[in-house]
């Protein structure tokens, strides 16, 4: 079903456009937009927004305690090294400026 339906054919359009059925020989722009239409449906019931969605979560639930034990082992070797250590994190993952990440470290240490 390569051919474009007729303008009023809304089932037709929707078959033509999500296709349900495979295609013998498509073009190079419609096999791309099959290919897009596969990974869609692939990507949906797979269950891949819920599996992204609590990678996301476990990774925040088990980066920020490290990060406050690595903080508070850093403070006790050296006050001045753990201050050093997140300012130079805070001038890296964030645009806030320089004076903006003193005050950031100021205020937690």
Request: aromatic residues 10%; positive net charge.
């Amino acid at each position: 079903m390569s051919e474009r339906p007729g303008i009023l054919d809304l089932g037709a359009w929707l078959e033509w456009l999500w296709p349900t059925r495979p295609e013998y020989k498509p073009g190079r722009i419609r096999r791309g937009w099959l290919l897009t239409v596969y990974t869609l449906r692939r990507w949906f019931a797979d269950g891949c927004p819920a599996l992204a969605s609590s990678l996301s979560l476990q990774t925040l639930l088990s980066v920020v305690p490290l990060a406050g034990v690595l903080l508070s082992v850093l403070r006790i070797i050296d006050p001045d090294l753990g201050r050093q250590f997140l300012e130079r994190a805070a001038a890296t993952l964030s645009p806030i400026g320089a004076a903006r990440t003193r005050q950031f470290t100021e205020v937690l240490f």
